[in-house]
């Protein structure tokens, strides 16, 4: 079975080139890039380049980039790193719509000695920058404000905020992990102190990430150890996967433009011929200030995991806005930052595209996915009650 694979967000396909380009680096080329002899030091320089090619990407310079394992750690890096540097504040502010790779630490450091404010969004996802402003302290030792939610897409206005933040001396990060590769983000203008950015999101390997520490910025190493990233995390360098996210960084530069043409259209065709087929059907999120490549689409009155599980016996590989927490499937804490009512957000699907997905692949979705929402209503109380 053909899989037609629209869960971008979650992961995305390694590209071919990516893969050609990281296979000599496991293969022959194993030396240790701190070694002195030219067999490891050639390693060395082809993580120098990939470095390049990281902070081409978002407008940075290669000696802000250190790389880490994953997005997450990009993202404990940083607020670490803040809390470390700042050991008189005590104050830390972020959005209720974050990844539990931020979410997670707020709630932790909340209950370890700091005051955490979790900034509310509107029923399209959008951030009440009201909220945030009037609650920067004296003792905010960071905020970090993701730059577009994993689930709605939604971009947040990190421009703005970012000037705000710079004007009072806040440190701002953003986990970037969404929006990396999919719109243009350049550091230059835009002045946050750390970007998170995750190799696995943009066709590179997984195990793999970034973050961007702004030159001038307080640091403070999250793993202690060797001379690595210049003393700013220890750790022999996973050279083929930095390789790799080098390459995949520089394809993704490239592909800019078809993200915000191509894949724009294929993902508008999908959401609207969706709405137009399936009554009682709504997108969560704002529409204007979107990922060119991601939609959640809410069916009312049916479970998302049962969407699930009958578009994966046709091959859609797609997620449900339901987090499976001890037993109950409990609508997203994205989805209820929203308010989305809870009929809506028990049936929310995400789909999210890449350049490998296919015109026909969307005409496949639109085709058979109305008769699976008839079909689960048909079998749904709630439905008939509602009717
Ligand atoms: N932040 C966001 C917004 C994400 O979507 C993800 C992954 O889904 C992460 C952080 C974590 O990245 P990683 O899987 O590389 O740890």
Redesign the pocket.
């Known amino acids: 079975m053909k899989v037609i694979y629209v869960d971008n ?2 992961t995305t396909k390694i590209a071919p080139e990516v893969l050609e380009e990281m296979l000599p680096y496991l293969r022959e080329f194993y030396g240790n890039p701190s070694s002195m002899h030219t067999f490891g030091g050639q390693v060395g320089s082809k993580i120098n380049q990939a470095r390049e090619n990281i902070a081409e990407l978002i407008g940075a310079n290669h000696e802000e980039i250190i790389i880490t394992s ?4 990009s ?1 404990s890096t940083a607020i670490w790193a803040a809390i470390l540097s700042n050991p008189g504040k005590k104050h830390l502010i972020t959005s209720k719509v974050e ?1 539990p ?2 979410k997670n630490l707020f709630e932790y450091l909340s209950k370890n000695g700091y005051r955490a404010t979790f900034v509310p969004v509107d029923s399209k996802g959008r951030l009440d920058l009201d909220f945030l402003y009037s609650h920067l302290a004296d003792d905010t030792a960071i905020v970090s404000i ?1 730059w577009a939610n ?1 689930e709605s897409g939604v971009i947040f206005p990190v421009e703005e905020i970012s000037g705000v933040l710079k004007e009072r001396g806040i440190v701002f990060h953003t ?1 970037a ?2 929006a990396v590769g999919k719109i243009p983000i350049d550091l230059k203008r835009v002045h946050v102190d750390m970007l ?1 950015l ?1 190799g ?2 943009v066709h590179g390997p997984k195990g793999v ?1 970034a973050l961007y520490v702004r030159k001038g910025t307080k640091f403070s190493p999250f793993l202690i150890g060797g001379h690595q990233e210049a003393g700013r995390r220890g750790g022999t360098e996973n050279a083929a996967s930095i390789i790799g996210l080098g390459k995949a960084s520089q394809l993704a530069a490239d592909h800019l433009p078809e993200k915000n043409t191509r894949i724009r259209r294929l993902r508008d065709k999908l959401e609207d011929e969706l709405l137009k087929r399936v009554p009682n059907t709504m997108v969560n999120g704002d529409k204007e200030n979107r990922l060119p490549n991601t939609t959640s689409v809410a069916f009312e009155y049916v479970e998302g995991e049962s969407i699930l599980l009958l578009m994966n016996e046709l091959g859609i590989c797609a997620s449900s806005g339901s987090a499976c927490t001890s037993g109950s499937l409990e609508p997203s804490h994205v989805l209820r930052a929203m308010g989305v009512p809870f009929t809506a957000a028990h049936g929310s699907i995400r789909f999210s595209l890449s350049k490998y997905n296919t015109e026909e692949e969307v005409d496949f979705i639109i085709e058979q996915l109305p008769p699976i929402i008839e079909r689960l209503r048909n079998m749904s109380p709630f439905w008939k009650k509602s009717r």
């Open positions: 967000n979650a994953c997005g997450t750690e993202d990844h790779a931020v993701m994993n986990d992990v969404q998170s995750s696995h999101k990430g």
